[in-house]
């Protein structure tokens, strides 16, 4: 079994080849390939962590679609004021799969 934990988008995910995982927006046209940084690379029994082994470790992926998450809505009020405040977000999304771990 091989995998890996790859950091995209301020979190950490872990992922195996032909796995579809949601990121943080990514500047590339769809069909673009992109590499993401390993953070631990594990084949069979063997588990790398060290930054000079992790180097050599590439973690290929291609984008498949770019989306918009679920809209949150955001409501502040104070009580006896008459202060409200509604405001909402949709946060800029990249889907991609990977491709290769090498």
Do not use: C, W
């Amino acid at each position: 079994m091989v995998y890996a934990v790859v950091r995209a988008g301020g979190r950490q995910e872990k992922v195996e080849v032909g796995t579809v995982i949601t990121l943080d927006r990514v500047q590339a046209a769809e069909g673009e390939s992109i590499e993401l940084p390993a953070v631990l690379f594990v084949d069979g029994d063997n588990v790398t962590t060290g930054a000079d082994a992790l180097s050599k470790v590439t973690v290929t992926a291609e984008v498949v679609s770019d989306l918009r998450g679920p809209k949150i809505v955001i409501q502040k009020y104070k009580n006896k004021t008459g202060y409200k405040k509604r405001q909402g977000h949709r946060q800029e999304l990249t889907r991609v799969k990977i491709t290769g771990i090498k």
